[in-house]
């Protein structure tokens, strides 16, 4: 069979962060996939060839194969080659500037979970929820303060989920915008209003340099916490990790301090792109929020739709190692996946009138958890931090509409909104 290839043009388009800021456009394309070609060779200029995989279907069939298609073997996240080479230069031959529970397949994977995963279960999470309450009215106190209107991606959802992580962690709270603003560089290295340059079209090498330094910086950070937890030990997440034995061994320095990265970085961005997607819904919707405010039986719901629609996590790269079959396309053991979850939670057979905000949605099987062995770690601690924040929310905010036009972070990798002008009133 003549192998499927994506044109130049859709091929540009799924690489460049510009589109995945514009949104509509990247739906379109999206739609135009999963009609013609849902598995799709991508050959873009500078980037290795790779499959662009699109339906929700496929995208969980590549998922929950863990032995064929796997993390560690290279880039989880797509980049150039340039890049590729440059990461291998800098950390002696892996593909990884990270090395996380993202990066990791098979039994090192399970091993390095298993540390913390009883920890971000439901039954354990119930000690820190009057924390989280706390934590969520004060931000709506701030809010309060903030005259009727502001930028509620900026000042408001972009905070909260990042208190809630370091009180988890045991970040102080003078540290905290130092971690705010080295999560912003790591996920918005593509976008000059949060790279670490506020630069547009930094050369390959240079683009990868600052991105080595930033996790140099978060590297630097965690090591001296984790020394401070194996010497002192708290009731915090940092000491479990700092603690954490792998096969009887204390974690190696690279992988210790990957842990620590991923926790404060994964789990402050794309919380807050949810709540702020949640937000973004609503005011565009006075009679959604209005049903909302009457039935509160409606926020799981609401914190579904609100990740769905948003999709902060927009891909991830799996490499399969052996030849294999999807969406009935052969592949090649070698060959490089692109699991597009926004296609994903867009896919007009599993989620009807897809652009439309529900959430009275149900079902709703969204993959922006992921799915498999990788599923989302802190997919708990998530959900808790949404529900309470808008049952606080809800109970303090009469009204709420867009004061201005919201903006989308130019990133191919993890986005969501970056500026969300709203005008609200309180009770």
Request: hydrophobic content about 40%; overall charge negative; charged content about 20%.
């Amino acid at each position: 069979m003549s192998v499927p290839v994506a044109s130049k043009e859709v091929a540009q388009t799924l690489v460049d962060p510009v589109a995945y800021g514009e949104w509509d456009g990247l739906l379109d394309i999206f739609s135009a996939l999963r009609s013609e070609m849902p598995v799709a060779k991508v050959e873009a200029e500078g980037f290795r060839p790779f499959w662009a995989i699109t339906r929700h279907e496929d995208i969980l069939r590549v998922s929950k194969d863990n032995s064929t298609f796997l993390n560690g073997t290279t880039s989880t996240v797509l980049g150039p080659i340039m890049s590729e080479m440059f990461v291998a230069h800098l950390t002696g031959g892996s593909p990884h500037l990270v090395k996380s529970l993202v990066q990791m397949d098979g039994p090192e994977h399970s091993k390095y979970r298993r540390l913390t995963q009883d920890w971000f279960m439901p039954a354990n999470l119930k000690k820190v929820e009057a924390m989280i309450r706390a934590i969520a009215r004060d931000s709506i106190d701030r809010m309060a303060e903030m005259g009727g209107e502001c930028d509620f991606a900026r000042e408001v959802a972009s905070d909260y989920p990042l208190h809630v992580v370091m009180q988890i962690l045991g970040v102080p709270p003078e540290d905290e915008s130092f971690m705010l603003r080295l999560t912003q560089e790591m996920f918005g290295s593509q976008d000059p209003d949060l790279n670490r340059l506020h630069t547009v079209q930094l050369p390959v090498e240079e683009m990868t340099q600052m991105m080595a330094q930033t996790v140099a910086d978060f590297n630097a950070y965690f090591e001296a916490l984790a020394a401070d937890r194996r010497a002192n030990p708290r009731d915090d997440l940092a000491t479990v990790i700092a603690n954490g034995l792998i096969d009887g061994a204390p974690m190696p320095l690279r992988e210790s301090a990957g842990y620590y990265t991923i926790t404060a970085s994964a789990g402050h961005d794309t919380t807050a792109a949810s709540t702020a997607g949640a937000m973004w819904a609503l005011a565009q919707d006075p009679a959604q929020f209005e049903r909302l405010k009457a039935d509160r039986s409606l926020l799981p719901g609401l914190i579904e739709e609100a990740i769905r629609w948003t999709t902060p996590v927009q891909h991830f790269m799996r490499t399969a190692i052996a030849d294999s079959e999807v969406g009935g396309v052969p592949v090649k053991a070698g060959d490089w996946m692109m699991l597009c979850y926004i296609s994903g939670n867009y896919d007009e057979s599993v989620f009807p009138d897809p652009a439309r905000f529900d959430a009275a949605r149900s079902p709703n099987r969204h993959v922006a958890f992921g799915s498999g062995a990788h599923q989302c770690l802190g997919l708990h601690l998530a959900r808790l931090e949404m529900r309470i924040f808008y049952e606080e929310m809800l109970d303090r905010v009469a009204s709420v509409e867009l004061a201005g036009t919201p903006s989308r972070i130019k990133s191919t990798f993890v986005g969501g909104p970056k500026n969300l002008p709203i005008r609200f009133r309180m009770n």
